[in-house]
C-alpha cells in the first residue's frame, strides 16, 4: 500500500516554477499528499517578502484541491542546498521547474552538479509547456550499471498512482559481455515492475543516436513522464550531460531522475526490497 506522499516544490516565483507547482498538485490529487513550497533567500531581509507571496500561491491552489500546503522559506543556495532541505523534510519528490539551457549550465556544470548530485530522493523536472492532467505512460530507461535500476521503484509508485503503462527501454548492444548485462537489468527491473502487478513492455533501441532515438519512442507512445538514473561520471550512459539533453527535450516530456551513487544501497537489486 502506498502512504502519505510528500512533495517538495522549489519556487522562485517564475511561470515556469508556478507550472512545476501545477503538476505537483496533478500528481498529487490522486492519491493522500501534502506539497511544500520552497524558496530560497539569499538574506533575512528577503524572508518577509518571500514569504507573503508563497501565502498569495497558497491561497491561489489551495482552494482548488484538497491537498496540505505548507511554505518554507530558507536562507541558503539554491543549486546546494535543495538537496538538504528535501532530506530534512522527508519528502518522496522534488518536483522542479526547469528554466533555458543557461540556467542548466549552471545547475549541471562544474564543480558541483548541484541540485541532483545534492539529494538523495527523486527529481522530476518540467519544463514552462508541461502539462499534465494524468499520466498514462511512462517511458522507463535502464543503463549497463546495476544502479540504473534504483529508478524503477520510483516510477512504479508514479505508474501505480496514476494505473499508467511503463515502457522499458534499453540500448541494444552488440556486444555480448554488454548485452549479457543490460539483459540482466531489464529481467529484474521487468520481474519487479510485474510483481507490482503494472503493464510493461520491453523495447531495445540500437546504439546510434540513442538519445534522439529514445526521445522519438517517447513521442511514438505519447509518453507523459521519462525516467533515468543520472550519474556524475561521463562514463557511464546516463551522465549528466546526457541526463541534461533529455531534460530540454522539445517535446515538454517531465524527466523523473534521481543520483545513482547516492541512491545505491550496497547491492545489485536493493531497490526490491526497500
Not at 62 to 80: A, C, F, I, S, Y
Not at 103 to 111: A, D, L, N
Amino acid at each position: 500500500m502506498i502512504t502519505k506522499y510528500k512533495l517538495l516544490v522549489p519556487i522562485d516565483f517564475t511561470d515556469v516554477t508556478e507550472n512545476a507547482l501545477q503538476f505537483a498538485i496533478d500528481l498529487s490529487n490522486l492519491h493522500d499528499s501534502s506539497i511544500f513550497l520552497l524558496h530560497v533567500v539569499q538574506n533575512a531581509n528577503q524572508r518577509k517578502e518571500a514569504e507573503k507571496k508563497l501565502d498569495d500561491l497558497i491561497k491561489k491552489y489551495q482552494p482548488k484541491t484538497n491537498l496540505e500546503m505548507e511554505k518554507r522559506v530558507v536562507q541558503g543556495k539554491v543549486l546546494t542546498d535543495i538537496g538538504m532541505i528535501a532530506d530534512s523534510l522527508r519528502v518522496d519528490l522534488v518536483v522542479m521547474g526547469t528554466h533555458s539551457t543557461g540556467v542548466w549550465s549552471k545547475i549541471f556544470g562544474s564543480p558541483a552538479m548541484s541540485v541532483i548530485s545534492n539529494c538523495e530522493v527523486p527529481l522530476i523536472l518540467t519544463h514552462k509547456d508541461t502539462e499534465i492532467s494524468k499520466i498514462n505512460t511512462i517511458v522507463l530507461t535502464l543503463d549497463l550499471v546495476k544502479e540504473s535500476i534504483q529508478v524503477v521503484r520510483y516510477a512504479a509508485k508514479i505508474a501505480q498512482l496514476f494505473h499508467a503503462k511503463i515502457h522499458l527501454v534499453a540500448k541494444k548492444y552488440e556486444d555480448e559481455i554488454f548485452s549479457r548485462k543490460m539483459r540482466v537489468n531489464l529481467i529484474i527491473a521487468n520481474d519487479y515492475l510485474k510483481e507490482n502487478k503494472l503493464s510493461t513492455e520491453v523495447e531495445l533501441l540500437g546504439e546510434a543516436n540513442y538519445e534522439e532515438s529514445l526521445l522519438n519512442f517517447c513521442k511514438t507512445k505519447g509518453a507523459d513522464l521519462l525516467a533515468a538514473t543520472y550519474y556524475q561520471e561521463t562514463f557511464h550512459l546516463f551522465s549528466s550531460n546526457l541526463v541534461q539533453q533529455l531534460a530540454e527535450n522539445n517535446l515538454g516530456i517531465p524527466i523523473m531522475t534521481l543520483n545513482g551513487e547516492e541512491t545505491s544501497l550496497g547491492t545489485s537489486f536493493g531497490f526490491i526490497t526497500v
